[in-house]
């Protein structure tokens, strides 16, 4: 049974910083390109940022600079570390793992920027 845990959401004051984490387990995860979406409220679900097997990194436009995805394929673990956050990155953050065509998704964490 495939399992992808996210954790680390939470809230965060503009200008702060978060870390979240996504467990996987049911699957070769260093097989698997790994990527993080999310959604806010009223809005279609988005690409943030993507990870391949060979750790080839790509970003959305409006995280590039501030977020960094990273994978420890030991740890079957990939991460999203959020900086410099912002009212309008406040979504649902989902983790999600390709490969073949075979999709999986998190539940997902929520992710809260207010003063």
């Known amino acids: 049974q495939v399992q992808l845990v996210e954790s680390g959401g939470g809230l965060v004051q503009p200008g702060g910083s978060l870390r979240l984490s996504c467990a996987a387990s049911g699957i070769i995860f260093s097989f698997h390109t790994m990527s993080w979406y999310r959604q806010a409220p009223g809005k279609q679900r988005e690409l943030v940022a993507t990870?391949?097997?060979?750790?080839?990194?790509n970003y959305a436009d409006d995280v590039k600079g501030r977020f960094t995805i990273s994978r420890d394929n030991a740890k079957a673990t990939v991460y999203l570390q959020m900086n410099s956050l912002k009212p309008d990155d406040t979504a649902v953050y989902y983790c999600?793992?390709?490969?073949?065509?075979?999709?999986?998704w998190g539940q997902g964490t929520q992710v809260t920027v207010s003063s």
């Open positions: 990870i391949t097997s060979g750790s080839t990194t």
């Open positions: 999600f793992a390709s490969w073949r065509g075979n999709n999986y």
